[in-house]
């Protein structure tokens, strides 16, 4: 099992997959089951309880943003201190920082329950899709505060060492999701209603096993009585701040998505475009497993101004996400039929959809890694402001205007273009960005 000692190794593959490894199960495996999620969905209820997942993401969005950017920015934060042997400060910002994130759970809750109806009512659904969405998030919201932990503990287990416990969590937790996905949905008849009680359910599982974990004194991050520091505040929010666009962009995206879809093909559009998110989800999270897994090696090595380690961690990293962009690549392109067959018969109008849209939307998986990884770097070395900067840039700016642009000139197709176009602009700010830095950093 990992431990402190372990960022003492020298960086070899072997020692970085020790890191990366379970953290890329662990996020594969969670896209695996909220696509699983989609196939309970879609089968047992149809495409319009398809659609109305895809319509709440931008709330659930919106709701867990706070906490992902204390989350991330945080993590780095805590392990830069304990890189400079600062444990018991770093222990008391995490315990502070604990406390922060299950206050925004409830703040956050709240909220959504009361903007929700508001926002679903905006969109034109039909009453089927409109009851969908509602039936969906109400229930989510109750799991909010699990949900932020979940959130956490994943990083800080990962943080901690712990990276292979935070991947059992992760599993266990997607196991009894889909169990309970079964059981509710075809069961009980509990309809969209039981998919989002399930989801909840297999999340508490991390954060129930992280709070035991962190109890105990042994464990290099645990619990003890926490002191309140504006500056850590402030560091883990400005540091963390990229990943709360990241956040926040998604799922304003996620409905211009969504709007732009009712507009041109209605409903079954908006279904199309889930299960290519879900495709990509599925490709993008082995980048992000690898990013959460090696930033904490990252973070120790910057607050130890070990330059060599950094920088052959880094250019190790570099040639890891190129071989994986060219696999998933293949094989989402190879696999699109099979793959969306799973949500949507072929004399299914959503089905052909999809199939041309995942077909283009694909090629954005060769520069989405490099992105993912730049962003998640510059955390780790807590400079958030430039994070921030290639997060939302790539996340925001650069799909709005594609958004904006594509779909006026090409119709549909230009939906479908959009994803890929943006992804290459980002990936040359994240170059310009990448060589400017790299003398200060001496990655």
């Known amino acids: 099992m990992l431990s402190e000692n372990a960022y003492s190794r020298p960086v070899t593959l072997k020692n970085v997959l020790r890191f990366a490894v379970p953290t890329i199960v662990m996020t594969v495996f969670m896209s695996f089951y909220t696509m699983v999620d989609g196939l309970f969905v879609s089968n047992l209820i149809g495409t319009d309880a398809l659609s109305a997942v895809n319509l709440t993401a931008p709330i659930i969005s919106l709701v867990t943003a706070i906490s992902t950017m204390l989350a991330t920015g945080g993590s780095a934060v805590i392990m830069r201190k304990v890189g400079e042997q600062k444990a018991r400060e770093a222990n008391e910002d995490f315990t502070f920082l604990i406390v922060v994130n299950v206050i925004v759970g409830l703040v956050m809750s709240v909220l959504g329950y009361l903007v929700m109806d508001g926002i679903f009512g905006s969109m034109n659904l039909s009453p089927v899709v409109f009851d969908h969405c509602h039936d969906y998030l109400s229930r989510y919201l109750i799991f909010t505060i699990p949900i932020l932990l979940m959130n956490n503990f994943t990083l800080y287990m990962i943080a901690a060492g712990k990276s292979d416990l935070s991947m059992v969590c992760s599993i266990t937790g997607g196991v009894l999701n889909m169990v309970l996905d079964y059981v509710l949905i075809a069961v009980l008849d509990m309809g969209i209603a039981g998919a989002a009680i399930a989801t909840g359910l297999g999340y508490s599982v991390t954060a129930v096993e992280g709070i035991v974990l962190f109890s105990k004194k042994n464990s290099l991050l645990h619990f003890v009585k926490p002191v309140c520091r504006r500056k850590t505040l402030w560091e883990a929010a400005t540091n963390g701040s990229s990943e709360m666009a990241t956040a926040l962009v998604t799922g304003i995206v996620t409905m211009m998505f969504n709007w732009t879809m009712l507009k041109y093909v209605g409903e079954n559009g908006?279904?199309?475009?889930?299960?290519?998110?879900?495709?990509?989800?599925?490709?993008t999270s082995l980048y992000t497993g690898y990013s959460y897994g090696v930033a904490p090696m990252?973070?120790?090595y910057y607050g130890e101004q070990n330059h060599g380690k950094l920088k052959k961690l880094i250019r190790m990293s570099l040639k890891i996400i190129s071989v994986i962009a060219a696999v998933t690549l293949i094989a989402s392109l190879v696999f699109?039929?099979?793959?969306?067959?799973?949500?949507?018969r072929p004399d299914n109008p959503v089905y052909d959809l999809a199939v041309t849209g995942n077909r283009i939307c694909s090629f954005a998986l060769i520069f989405i890694g490099f992105n993912v990884f730049a962003s998640g770097m510059f955390t780790a070395l807590s400079n958030g402001l430039i994070s921030a900067v290639l997060a939302f840039s790539r996340s925001f700016v650069f799909m709005v205007i594609a958004m904006l642009i594509l779909p006026a000139l090409f119709g549909v197709t230009?939906?479908?273009?959009?994803?890929p176009a943006a992804e290459f602009a980002a990936i040359c700010l994240s170059l310009i960005m990448f060589g400017r830095y790299q003398k200060k950093y001496g990655y």
Do not use: D, N, Q, R
Not at 276 to 281: F, H, P, Q, W
Not at 336 to 344: D, H, I, K, R
């Open 270 to 283: 908006v279904a199309a475009i889930t299960i290519i998110m879900y495709v990509l989800m599925f490709a």
């Open 298 to 300: 990252i973070s120790f």
């Open 336 to 344: 699109t039929e099979p793959l969306v067959s799973v949500f949507a």
């Open 414 to 419: 230009g939906v479908w273009f959009a994803t």
